[in-house]
């Protein structure tokens, strides 16, 4: 091989790999509406269903042990209180089959059992659909060798999940009618999960402690005894000369009229 032509493969490597450690922002867009889209399709139902949101922290997680082209789950998720998911293609990176390639393993989990079926593995599947994981971060990066699969020229997808889930003798969601148990936080239900309410349905008080508003009239015109205030002192005089020309201005007309009637 020409001087020339290594020095532009390797070049050509370092742009690809440059480039290939950070998703665009419509494919992490397109993977956290793929997970609540699968997540919302749960069977048997799920009772209580949490969307998942972009974390920008888990994402730089997930691209750091990305970048080491190992196909394990990273030795630090226990610490780091994360699951993962990991996805290898040697053809460009397609976000709607990795998505559903883990959401497939649904076939060979057994929700009674809370197990896979013999021969198996379900446990993507699991992690994907976790409930009470809320966050979501990924991050691709493409691989002169995939150790522990020797690929050659590949990309690896590593999606990191907060809080972590699997966890043993748990299943990944509690049973039941969609969204019957939402939580007071989260009770609408929106395509069978939980969230929050829309902004045009918060109620605008707390009915449970009403707020009485003040009586303006009273305190228009209430002064204490102790006000003895030169300002207060004028203030009352003038409410009572007011008080008295509004009492007195009937009286008034009423003679105005008899003197007119005498003459």
Not at 89 to 102: H, V, Y
Not at 127 to 152: D, E, F, P, Y
Not at 215 to 225: G, I, L, N, Y
């Amino acid at each position: 091989m020409h001087l020339n032509t290594a020095l532009r493969n390797a070049g050509l490597w370092i742009l690809l790999n440059l480039a290939s450690g950070h998703l665009t922002e419509q494919q992490a867009s397109d993977i956290v509406d793929i997970h609540n889209d699968l997540r919302s399709q749960v069977q048997p139902s799920a009772a209580f269903m949490q969307k998942v949101v972009w974390n920008e922290t888990v994402r730089l997680v997930a691209e750091s042990y990305a970048a080491k082209c190992i196909f394990d789950d990273n030795p630090d998720l226990p610490n780091l209180k994360l699951g993962e998911n990991l996805y290898v293609t040697t053809d460009s990176l397609n976000i709607t089959k990795a998505m559903l390639k883990w959401f497939d393993e649904n076939r060979d989990y057994d929700f009674d059992s809370n197990s896979c079926r013999e021969d198996t593995f379900c446990r993507q599947y699991t992690r994907m659909v976790w409930s009470n994981s809320t966050q979501i971060g990924c991050a691709a990066h493409l691989c002169q060798t995939i150790k522990g699969l020797g690929l050659k020229n590949a990309t690896l997808l590593v999606c990191d999940y907060y809080p972590r889930g699997n966890y043993e003798g748990q299943r990944p969601y509690e049973q039941g009618e969609s969204c019957s148990k939402c939580p007071e936080e989260l009770p609408r239900c929106e395509a069978n999960i939980c969230v929050k309410l829309l902004p045009s349905e918060e109620p605008e008080y707390d009915a449970t402690e009403p707020t009485i508003p003040p009586d303006t009239a009273q305190e228009s015109t209430a002064v204490t005894e102790e006000d003895t205030t030169e300002d207060t002192k004028i203030w009352k005089v003038t409410t009572s000369r007011s008080e008295m020309e509004r009492s007195s201005a009937p009286l008034l007309m009423g003679v105005w009229i008899l003197a007119a009637l005498i003459l």
